[in-house]
């Protein structure tokens, strides 16, 4: 379904942007990849490892903070995945405004913009932290999904809009690995720990990748689509780095949490197993076609559901941790 068509990735330049427009045209031939992202710079590097000379790929400057400007990139376009976001939680706690325009006010533009000019489907990249969140960054990412999933209603379901959910990335810029690696490369031994319990889902970019595929292949409005995928222990993944280290306690830091969930034990009552993965079903239904769709599919496990880091049944070992990091580089 992506042959033939023109995608757009909000925030194209960042990790997930740069492996989606790989992978997109390693498997596909669309007609278009369109980068929209406020750093010139990093598109200017990005246009080194795409040039317009030999891939169908423009480059678009703008902020999803401008409506009109969305408007203007958003002609022609038949896809738009959505992972343009701020994401640091310390400084979004300081700054909690400019996670609000971006996060939120950005997501309500890019809903505004796909229904006037026409665009198919859009898919939203969230995260575990809009699950229950304790954070300014996981609770604009939870309002956002909710404007998406209402999109689909007073969008007159002219356009489809679902999201993605998925955990902690592999190598992604600010992750634990190049940091532990850093600290392997200068000799050191002690690393910091926050918790000695802490658990956390683990994705590559390209299964990142292949969810965000799978949903503009199957979403019909209002899903979040959720990976079935390990969980890790963080003082395994140091131990993988370097098996000699020692940890030095530093303590939970503020807004975050010892173990992450995907997904609540409410959302679990509309929970679907569906093809490999989960699918959680709107609460409020726009169309009859994401109930028809799914009907047939077995819900979850137990009415006490809860996919949770340190409740998962999949776990990568230290070896599967080693093999995982030996592809990650150090920028």
Same mark, same amino acid.
């Given at each position: 379904?992506?042959?033939?068509?023109?995608?757009?990735?909000?925030?194209?330049?960042?990790?997930?942007?740069?492996?989606?427009?790989?992978?997109?045209?390693?498997?596909?031939?669309?007609?278009?990849?369109?980068?929209?992202?406020?750093?010139?710079?990093?598109?200017?590097?990005?246009?080194?490892?795409?040039?317009?000379?030999?891939?169908?790929?423009?480059?678009?400057?703008?902020?999803?903070?401008?409506?009109?400007?969305?408007?203007?990139?958003?002609?022609?376009?038949?896809?738009?995945? *959505?992972?343009?976001?701020?994401?640091?939680?310390?400084?979004?706690?300081?700054?909690?405004?400019?996670?609000? #325009?971006?996060?939120?006010?950005?997501?309500?533009?890019?809903?505004?913009?796909?229904?006037?000019?026409?665009?198919?489907?859009?898919?939203?990249?969230?995260?575990?932290?809009?699950?229950?969140?304790?954070?300014?960054?996981?609770?604009? #990412?939870?309002?956002?999904?909710?404007?998406?999933?209402?999109?689909?209603?007073?969008?007159?379901?002219?356009?489809?809009?679902?999201?993605?959910?998925?955990?902690?990335?592999?190598?992604?810029?600010?992750?634990?690995?190049?940091?532990?690696?850093?600290? #392997?490369?200068?000799?050191?031994?002690?690393?910091?720990?926050?918790?000695?319990?802490?658990?956390?889902?683990?994705?590559?970019?390209?299964?990142?990748?292949?969810?965000?595929?799978?949903?503009?292949?199957?979403?019909?409005?209002?899903?979040?689509?959720?990976?079935?995928?390990?969980?890790?222990?963080?003082?395994?993944?140091?131990?993988?780095?370097?098996?000699?280290?020692?940890?030095?306690?530093?303590?939970?830091?503020?807004?975050?949490?010892? *173990?992450?969930?995907?997904?609540?034990?409410?959302?679990?009552?509309?929970?679907?197993?569906?093809?490999?993965?989960?699918?959680?079903?709107?609460?409020?239904?726009?169309?009859?076609?994401?109930?028809?769709?799914?009907?047939?599919?077995?819900?979850?496990?137990?009415?006490?559901?809860?996919?949770?880091?340190?409740?998962?049944?999949?776990?990568?070992?230290?070896?599967?941790?080693?093999?995982?990091?030996?592809?990650?580089?150090?920028?």
């Amino acid at each position: 379904m992506l042959n033939d068509k023109v995608i757009l990735i909000t925030g194209g330049t960042g990790s997930f942007g740069k492996k989606f427009t790989e992978i997109i045209f390693s498997k596909y031939n669309p007609k278009k990849i369109i980068i929209f992202s406020r750093d010139e710079y990093k598109q200017s590097e990005m246009s080194k490892i795409f040039p317009e000379t030999k891939y169908e790929i423009r480059y678009f400057l703008g902020d999803v903070r401008d409506r009109n400007r969305l408007c203007r990139a958003f002609e022609g376009v038949d896809y738009v995945i *959505h992972a343009a976001a701020l994401k640091q939680v310390p400084a979004l706690e300081y700054n909690p405004i400019e996670a609000v #325009k971006t996060n939120i006010f950005g997501a309500d533009n890019i809903v505004d913009s796909a229904i006037n000019t026409g665009v198919k489907k859009v898919i939203f990249l969230s995260t575990d932290k809009a699950v229950s969140p304790i954070n300014l960054y996981g609770a604009s #990412k939870l309002v956002a999904e909710k404007i998406f999933t209402a999109a689909n209603a007073y969008g007159g379901c002219r356009v489809k809009f679902a999201a993605v959910r998925y955990g902690n990335v592999v190598g992604s810029r600010g992750s634990v690995i190049p940091l532990f690696l850093n600290f #392997k490369k200068q000799g050191i031994k002690e690393f910091p720990i926050t918790d000695e319990r802490m658990t956390r889902f683990w994705i590559t970019l390209e299964q990142g990748v292949d969810l965000v595929i799978q949903a503009l292949e199957e979403a019909e409005g209002g899903e979040v689509f959720v990976p079935i995928i390990p969980s890790m222990k963080v003082t395994d993944l140091a131990k993988a780095i370097e098996p000699q280290c020692k940890f030095k306690i530093i303590g939970v830091r503020p807004g975050e949490k010892i *173990h992450e969930s995907l997904i609540s034990e409410d959302e679990a009552r509309n929970t679907k197993v569906f093809n490999g993965i989960y699918v959680i079903l709107p609460q409020f239904v726009s169309s009859v076609r994401v109930l028809d769709k799914y009907k047939s599919f077995a819900q979850v496990s137990s009415d006490e559901f809860v996919y949770r880091s340190d409740k998962n049944n999949k776990w990568l070992t230290i070896e599967e941790l080693k093999e995982m990091i030996r592809k990650v580089k150090i920028e």
